[in-house]
């Protein structure tokens, strides 16, 4: 059985980074930014990462790549970035009478 340690929250890191970098660079300008990707990537990398580990699901490093992505999808997708999103300032062009 693994264990937490520093090497499994290194490479924790170190997949948070790189998902998180990937995901940023492949949504660019429609979610959350390039930085907020890797940062919440590394978050959730090593929580989940932390988790998988605490309930034996091998050695955690899968679980955290599915529930990376997964949890960095989710942020992306719900993410208001509009400012017709924000302030509700819509300007139909079809004027309906």
Not at 32 to 54: H, P, Q
Request: charged content about 10%.
């Amino acid at each position: 059985m693994i264990e937490l340690s520093g090497t499994a929250i290194f490479w924790f890191i170190s997949l948070g980074l790189i998902i998180g970098s990937f995901y940023g660079l492949i949504i660019k300008r429609e979610g959350i930014s390039v930085a907020g990707n890797i940062i919440w990537g590394v978050i959730s990398s090593v929580l989940t990462g932390s988790l998988g580990i605490w309930l034996n699901f091998g050695d955690g490093l899968l679980f955290a790549f599915v529930c990376t992505i997964a949890f960095l999808f989710i942020v992306n997708v719900f993410h208001q970035h509009h400012e017709e999103d924000i302030y509700g300032n819509n300007k139909p062009r079809i004027r309906l009478e």
